[in-house]
């Protein structure tokens, strides 16, 4: 085969017409393999053909390659190109002026990229149940009876760690709508819907002859912690008929389905 008629040849004359180079180089290679499924397609159906033949007969086949570069250069077009690469480059800007951005203002859910609030989870759970709801990952990752002071109307409960998380880090998930769809049972089978929650309130002395206020869910659930494209949410329920190990049920109800997750609950803390 001359050299100047080789499958290397055609394809540099067939795709120089495409300036813009990314695309370029993809054609070619689409070109080249096609190119190669006929000749394995010649070689399947004549056993017996030499391999340099097929090759040449499927380069044939392919066309002249002047007019396929002439055919390409319509179609390829190298400001469509340049558009594409610097919408990447755009995106990838944005979010990082985003990102920096969301560094530099108060921890506030609804702006920052991560954070935590006033609660702390008391017992981590590794390996906590998880279970997919939608495109969401629901998982529990803590768990803890909550030992309170024995103040007025301070009473125990029990709180259970979950965290939401969304494939889309750029994605903010929505505490209201987790606190809609969210219910919970303790140990007495009593079902607690979280988006009504009741908050008790007690004073404790100071230490220098006056008191503090003190309030707390008693049934309910708020953020603890946030990242990115991540919402860990601290459900309370109340500990009645509570014992070491009896668990406690998570149940969410969402437009794209329902799951139930359940923990045991065996650490007691001693609540701040």
């Known amino acids: 085969m001359d050299k100047r008629n080789t499958p290397q040849s055609w394809l540099d004359t067939a795709v120089s017409g495409i300036r813009f180079g990314p695309d370029r180089a993809r054609v070619r290679i689409e070109l080249l393999q096609h190119m190669e499924d006929k000749a394995s397609g010649l070689q399947r159906s004549f056993p017996d053909i030499d391999p340099l033949e097929a090759q040449?007969?499927?380069?044939?086949?392919?066309?002249?390659?002047?007019?396929?570069?002439?055919?390409?250069?319509?179609?390829h077009k190298p400001w469509l190109g340049w558009l594409w690469q610097a919408s990447r480059v755009a995106l990838w800007v944005a979010v990082c002026i985003t990102a920096l951005y969301?560094?530099?203002?108060?921890?506030?859910?609804?702006?920052?990229?991560?954070?935590?609030?006033?609660?702390?989870?008391?017992?981590?759970?590794?390996?906590?149940?998880?279970?997919?709801?939608?495109?969401y990952t629901v998982q529990i990752t803590g768990a803890a009876y909550l030992d309170r002071p024995e103040y007025d109307d301070a009473r125990d409960n029990l709180q259970v760690a979950l965290r939401v998380s969304s494939p889309r880090f750029w994605e903010r998930v929505e505490p209201d709508a987790v606190y809609r769809?969210?219910?919970?049972?303790?140990?007495?089978?009593?079902?607690?819907?979280?988006?009504?929650?009741?908050?008790?309130?007690y004073t404790a002395p100071d230490g220098l002859g006056g008191s503090v206020a003190y309030q707390f869910y008693w049934v309910g659930a708020e953020l603890c912690r946030w990242g990115i494209g991540w919402r860990e949410f601290a459900v309370y329920v109340p500990a009645e008929g509570w014992r070491p190990g009896e668990r406690v049920t998570l149940r969410l109800d969402a437009p794209v389905g329902s799951v139930t997750l359940s923990v045991p609950v065996t650490e007691k803390a001693a609540a701040r």
């Open 102 to 135: 969301n560094l530099t203002v108060p921890t506030d859910y609804r702006t920052s990229l991560w954070g935590s609030g006033s609660t702390p989870v008391y017992h981590r759970v590794e390996d906590g149940e998880r279970a997919q709801l939608g495109q």
């Open 56 to 75: 040449e007969r499927a380069m044939t086949a392919m066309g002249d390659p002047e007019e396929v570069r002439a055919a390409l250069a319509k179609v």
């Open 181 to 201: 769809a969210l219910s919970a049972a303790g140990p007495n089978g009593e079902w607690h819907s979280m988006d009504r929650v009741q908050l008790v309130r």
